[in-house]
């Protein structure tokens, strides 16, 4: 077990640092006060990260961390840490590790015992949910969707029959392949568009995933698209391939072959007898 007490040692301590996803007023006082003592930061554009923080005062040494040299990169903040130097990793805008660049090096910063300290700070996704008017609670982040339209179309069927609201991050580019994707799948639910979330244009579309269809060709701005979960009884047309897709996709996460089927069960409302029949069917052939 690994138990930290973050501020009753003196190790080293990697921050995860939120910042402004739009309007730099909603820039914490701690957030500021973190930047300006750590030794270095770690974020994803130093030119971007640059402008920010000399808006700021702070003037800490900045270092490149993105995902295509995250293994590398991971491993410099790991040496860094190694000689007893206090770090942050920031974002562009918003929370590391949320559909941004940060898992490997948490990861390993933890496994090698440094301490890892989150500030609360800026998010779209729940900046979004809390006013979308959809239930907030409980809720599936899946951040971007699959470019090609079959992918897209896969990663979709695993959400179908969960009941939980749905999160999505897109671009506006895409907008319009996403939702037409959204609304092949999932049918015509409950939705919520909100995009420019803090900024002078932010703006939030309530309605159905057909209505808000129609007006995303004029949308422009980073998006984040709340869709309504299933509330319709699963166990009327639920495909069994879809069922052993969920328990599969659980499986490769982590999680034994009996609690996966717990937990569709309890997703899908299908009993776990009929889903073990299923899972072992399948084992045999």
């Known amino acids: 077990m690994n138990r930290q007490k973050s501020f009753e040692n003196e190790k080293p301590t990697l921050f995860l640092v939120p910042t402004p996803i739009g309007n730099l007023s909603e820039m914490n006082p701690r957030a500021v006060d973190v930047l300006k003592h750590v030794d270095v930061i770690a974020c994803e ?9 000399s808006h700021f005062g702070i003037h800490a040494r900045l270092i490149a961390y993105q995902n295509f040299n995250e293994d590398s990169s991971a491993q410099g903040i790991l040496n860094l840490l190694s000689q007893g130097k206090n770090l942050a990793l920031i974002s562009d805008a918003g929370y590391p590790l949320i559909n941004d660049p940060g898992q490997r090096v948490v990861s390993l910063a933890v496994e090698k015992g440094f301490n890892v300290v989150p500030l609360s700070g800026c998010n779209a996704m729940l900046n979004a949910l809390v006013a979308s008017g959809l239930t907030a609670q409980p809720f599936i982040f899946i951040g971007f969707l699959p470019q090609s ?10 959400y179908q029959f969960y009941p939980m609201t749905l ?3 897109e671009a ?14 999932l049918g015509d639910r409950k939705c919520c568009l909100a995009r420019e979330l803090t900024k002078v244009h932010e703006e939030f579309l ?32 639920i495909d069994c391939g879809i069922l052993m897709d969920m328990v599969k996709k659980s499986v490769s996460e982590g999680m034994s072959t ?8 309890e997703l899908t409302g299908i009993s776990k007898n009929k889903i073990y029949k299923l899972v072992h069917d399948c084992e045999k052939c």
């Open 206 to 237: 309530r309605g159905t995933i057909s209505e808000i269809l129609a007006a995303a060709d004029e949308l422009k701005g980073e998006m984040v698209v709340i869709v309504d979960g299933n509330h319709e009884d699963p166990k009327k047309d």
């Open 45 to 53: 554009d130093t030119r971007t990260s640059g402008q920010l923080l």
């Open 167 to 169: 999160v999505f991050y």
């Open 258 to 265: 009996s609690d996966a089927i717990r937990e569709v069960s």
């Open 149 to 158: 339209s079959s992918d897209r179309r896969r990663k979709l069927k695993e």
């Open 172 to 185: 506006p580019h895409r907008i319009d392949k996403m939702l037409k994707t959204c609304l092949e799948v």
